[in-house]
Structure formats: structure tokens, C-alpha cells
């Protein structure tokens, strides 16, 4: 038995049929003896099969312990729990799969995972998270509400372990990520970026019921009380009223959307790494998407090679023509307009970012920061509004 918190593990083995069942049962509540309010797990993990006797020991437990869960259930044990009926009546966890993905292609890379190849038809979405059950239920969640919406977007059909972490598997027949296209086949440039625009205005429009997913204002608002000490009274103020001003809506957004996180399979662009996906304005979208290609290398220009895979120079061309395509103009005064607002927020997203993941305080992270901050500083200058629309100069 292990004991964490409030709740307590107990382990069962072998076979449980008429033969030993009492005896299980006298063990078991020998080891619970004096435990109460507590939530009591039964790791099936070696159990090889279980009878109606074995079954009647776990529904006493139950009637003690209301809240008894069963987790590392084998399929077999699994069968006979869902045939009976246990598993509407209590949680239980099947075992999960082991997976190993060292030396698999990385094909996808988000906030909270890496996503690999495991074989030619499937992949793998490993969370960064240890505990990540929690966030891979969440995923599935709102994956299959995107997908429900209109998204193109690959559904897990199964959970496994990956070294002290999960994973969801996807079926993703010869899926390539736009970065690895744009790395491998420069000439391709324009058509990428025509997918991936059309892709991002395609989620855009969407409008998701109240309440489905969270609102993305409220990170920025909580990323920009994170900042408030590391920046001047007066700039700190403009910011917070510019971001007030940014109107609430129910738009879909992806909140992670870069060229890693979308990919060709069979002939199909796909939007991945779905549990960043939230509603708002796009601007928020936006100064993500200039940080993924600019911001975050603006100091050292390779971190974009290191983590897209393609040239600084590519980085910068991609976004630009990214841009234009969104906005649906060539005309140079007003995406420089445009783009002054949307970094607006992508320093403040990057400076909250640096306060929250900082290694330390090295001299890079330092002359980052200060970098940002300069920026931060000089748009604040002359940016008056956070709005798209440009003639009106009203909120968008």
C-alpha cells in the first residue's frame, strides 16, 4: 500500500475468484484499517483476471470508501469491469501502452508537447507535463469541439506512456509539418502561406458556443499584471488601457498557431496541438504568431532555426508575407501600422513569458529582456489604439 496526499494505493495481483476472494478482502482491509475520507485507488496493474466474488469485494469497498477508483486495468479485466457494469459505476483507468519515441521524427512542436512519428500511419503527442492525464483529457475535449465546429484537426483515439509522461496517439497517414516543407522545399513559400492563411481566417470566423472555451484577453491581462514592476509607471498605463480596449468576442483562436502546428497529411492541411485553442480578438493570435518568427529571436536569431527548423531570413519573409495575405493588402505604411499594434501585445506575451521561464539570469536573458522592453517602450510611443480597423481608428 503507498499513501500520497488523500489517497491511499493498494495493489492487486494475480487471479480473484471464489477460492481467494475472502481472503483478498481481509487483506485489503487489513491494510485500510482506520482510513476514512479518503480516496482509495486499486492498482490493477498485475492483475490477471477477476471473478463475480472478486467483483463483490470491490463493491463492499465501495460502499466504505464511496470514491474507490481502479487504474492500470488490463483489457481483459477491462471487458469483464465494462460487461458488468463497473465502469459507469466507478472510474476506471485502463493501462496504458508503452511507447518509446527516441529516435522518432519530431514533427510537431507546441508549448506543451513535442508531437513524433512513431510509424508510418500514427504519431504522438508527448506532453511536457509528467502529470499530464488532466491536460490530455482537456485536448481531447476541445479537439473534438473544433472538429465539431469545422476545424480540420486529427482526433486521438488512444492514451499511452512515454518514458514518466503521457501521450495521445493520432493517426496521421505521411503528415508533414509546414516547417519541415518550408525547410526542405523553399519553393513553396507562397502556397504555404496561402494554406496557412486560409486555415487561420477558416478558425477565425468561427464563432464558439458561450462558455466552451476560455478567453484569451484573460491571460493577456494576467501576463501584463506579471510585467508591471519591470516597466516604466507611464507605459505600464498605456498598455493596460490599449489591452482594455481590445474588444471580447467569441472568435475561435488556436493560441499556439506556427508552422509546426500545422501539417499536410494526405493531401489534407490539418491544425494540431489543440489545447492551446481558446476565443478572442486576433490580435492575440497574431503577436503569438510574430513571436514564433521574430520576437522570441529577435536577440539571438538562431532560437528560430534551433526551433522551426528553417533560416532567421525564411522566418522573416513567411510572417511579412503572412500578413498581407490576413490583411489582404501590399500597401507597406498600413501593415507596418498593423504590425506596431499586434507587437504591442507579443512583447508583453514575451516579457511574461521571460519572467515565467527565465533559467536565470544570464546576460542573454538580460539583454532579451531589455531588447523587448526597448520595443515595448517606442511603439507605446506612437500606438494609440489596438485596433484593425484603420480608417476609424475605433476598437475592431
Keep these: 500500500m503507498t499513501q500520497k496526499e488523500n489517497t491511499v494505493t493498494v495493489k492487486l495481483s494475480g487471479r480473484i475468484d471464489s477460492t481467494n476472494s475472502a481472503e483478498v478482502e481481509s487483506a485489503v482491509m487489513k491494510q485500510l484499517e482506520g482510513i476514512t475520507d479518503t480516496v482509495i485507488t486499486l492498482d490493477s496493474e498485475e492483475l490477471e483476471y477477476i471473478s463475480s466474488a472478486g467483483l463483490r469485494v470491490i463493491l463492499r469497498l465501495k460502499k466504505t470508501w464511496p470514491d474507490l477508483r481502479i487504474i492500470n486495468v488490463s483489457p481483459e479485466v477491462y471487458e469483464i469491469l465494462e460487461t458488468t457494469g463497473f465502469t459507469e459505476m466507478m472510474t476506471v483507468e485502463k493501462a496504458y501502452q508503452v511507447v518509446d519515441v527516441e529516435g522518432c521524427e519530431v514533427i510537431g512542436e507546441g508549448f506543451n508537447g513535442k508531437v513524433y512519428r512513431i510509424d508510418r500511419d500514427n504519431v504522438v503527442k508527448v506532453y511536457k507535463n509528467a502529470d499530464a492525464l488532466a491536460d490530455i483529457q482537456h485536448e481531447r475535449e476541445v479537439a473534438r469541439l473544433a472538429l465539431v465546429l469545422g476545424v480540420p484537426t486529427a482526433i486521438s483515439y488512444d492514451v499511452v506512456k512515454v518514458g514518466d509522461s503521457y501521450g495521445s496517439v493520432f493517426e496521421l497517414l505521411n503528415a508533414r509539418s509546414f516547417a519541415k516543407i518550408l525547410a526542405e522545399e523553399p519553393e513553396r513559400m507562397d502556397w504555404c502561406v496561402s494554406e496557412y492563411i486560409n486555415l487561420l481566417k477558416k478558425v477565425h470566423d468561427i464563432t464558439v458556443p458561450e462558455g466552451k472555451l476560455p478567453a484569451s484577453k484573460d491571460k493577456i491581462v494576467k501576463w501584463l499584471t506579471d510585467i508591471q514592476k519591470d516597466l516604466p509607471e507611464e507605459d505600464y498605463q ?22 509546426k502546428n500545422i501539417v499536410l497529411a494526405d493531401n489534407e492541411v490539418l491544425l494540431i496541438d489543440m489545447d492551446t485553442l481558446c476565443v478572442g480578438h486576433p490580435i492575440f493570435e497574431l503577436a503569438q504568431m510574430y513571436n514564433s518568427y521574430i520576437g522570441f529571436s529577435e536577440y539571438n536569431p538562431e532560437i528560430v532555426r534551433d526551433f522551426q527548423g528553417f533560416s532567421p531570413e525564411t522566418a522573416a519573409t513567411f510572417w511579412h508575407k503572412c500578413l498581407q495575405a490576413y490583411f489582404g493588402t501590399e500597401d507597406e505604411e498600413k501593415l507596418q501600422k498593423l504590425e506596431d499594434r499586434i507587437r504591442c501585445v507579443s512583447y508583453t506575451r514575451l516579457l511574461s513569458w521571460r519572467y515565467r521561464h527565465a533559467s536565470g539570469d544570464t546576460e542573454e536573458d538580460r539583454k532579451t529582456c531589455e531588447l523587448w522592453k526597448s520595443h515595448l517602450s517606442e511603439l507605446l510611443a506612437r500606438v494609440d489604439s489596438l485596433s484593425f480597423d484603420l480608417e476609424g481608428d475605433g476598437q475592431g
Excluded at 471580447?248 to 493560441?255: A, D, K, P, V
Design 238 to 259: 498605456k498598455l493596460e488601457q490599449l489591452i482594455a480596449g481590445v474588444p471580447e468576442t467569441s472568435q475561435m483562436l488556436h493560441g499556439d498557431y506556427h508552422t
